[in-house]
C-alpha cells in the first residue's frame, strides 16, 4: 500500500470517528467559520440559503450530518459545510478529539490566480456532476485534475473540470448558473495545493 494512499486510509477513518463521536454528544462541540459560510435549509448546496456565518464567528454544534454541521445563526437554524469551518471544541466528555489533532495535509502555495465563474453545466471532464463550492475547472498542466486545492478566501474546492479558456494560473469556479457567473464577474485569490 503506497504511503499516500495509507494517509488518505488514516486520515478517512480518524474523521468517521471524529464524526460519530461528535454526533453523540454534538451539543458541546464549537465550530468557528474560516471563511464567510452560507447557512443553508437543507444539508446540501443547491439548498436554500438562509444566512450566512460570517468568518471568525463561532457557533454551537447542534448535529453532524456527514460534510454538514447543523448550527444557529442570526436567529435562524440550518446547515453549513465543514469546509468553512474548524472545530474549536469538542465535547466535554471528548475534548481531546479535536480537528487540529487530526493528521493534517500540507497546502502549498501555487500564487495568484485569476477566478473565473461558470454554470449550468451537467457534467466535467472528469466524468463527475458539478457542484456548487466544490468544482473548480483547472488547467491539468499546472494542477492536476483530482487535486484537492484551498483557495484564499474562499475554501476548499476540487479540481474536477478543464476549459479551453483555462490556460495557466485560471480557476474556473463552479456556480450554480451561467447569470450568476456573469453577476460575480472576475476575482484574484491565492491558490494552494494540498499535498
Known sequence: MSHRLKRTVLVAITMMILAVTLAVSASAATVKATANAPVRAKAKTSSTKLTTMKKGTSRTVLKVSGKWIK????GKTGYVNTSRVKYVTAAKKTATVTEEKLPTEKKVKLGKFKLTFYGDDTITASGKKPQVNHTIAVDPRVIPLGSKVYIEGMGTYYAEDTGGAIKGNI?????RTEAEANRIGVKYANVYIYK
Open 71 to 74: 448550527v444557529k445563526v442570526n
Open 171 to 175: 480557476l474556473d469556479v463552479f456556480v
